[in-house]
């Protein structure tokens, strides 16, 4: 219980940590053009992160931007600016989708361990599904 419980509360903090330093990098990496890139990169987070919380959500797409992401930052010509802005941004929607999938799958296995969790969920329409 203490491990998913500070599984899930590292995630919440670090993808707030994340798209901060994200914005941050941005202005680092793109100077004025960060005006236009930090709102929008902060859009995107808040929709990604608004997603998260539905039943469908996975963490392929942000395991597929981070490594995407990663190799950006592999690359030997992009400066180090825009590879710390690849990685923190990626890192932050990453993060974001941890929390709820994390703390769903979490809550299942707690349900598939202990029937009175099981009972007390059951009671308002908590439905097991296969996840992942």
Known sequence: MLWERTVIKAAFI??????L????????AFGWWALLIGPAVLFLWVGYTAGSSIGTANLKVAIFVL??????????????????????GASSLFFA????????RFLRQLAMRNA???????????????VG
């Open 14 to 19: 670090l993808g707030y940590v994340a798209i």
């Open 116 to 130: 009175k969790a099981f009972e007390l969920l059951a009671e308002d329409a908590l439905v097991l599904r296969r």
């Open 67 to 88: 490594v995407i992401a990663g190799f950006v930052a592999l690359e030997q010509d992009v400066e180090l600016p825009v590879q710390a802005f690849s990685v923190l």
């Open 21 to 28: 330093r994200a914005i941050a990098a941005s202005i680092w």
């Open 97 to 104: 989708r941890l929390t709820y999938v994390g703390s769903a």
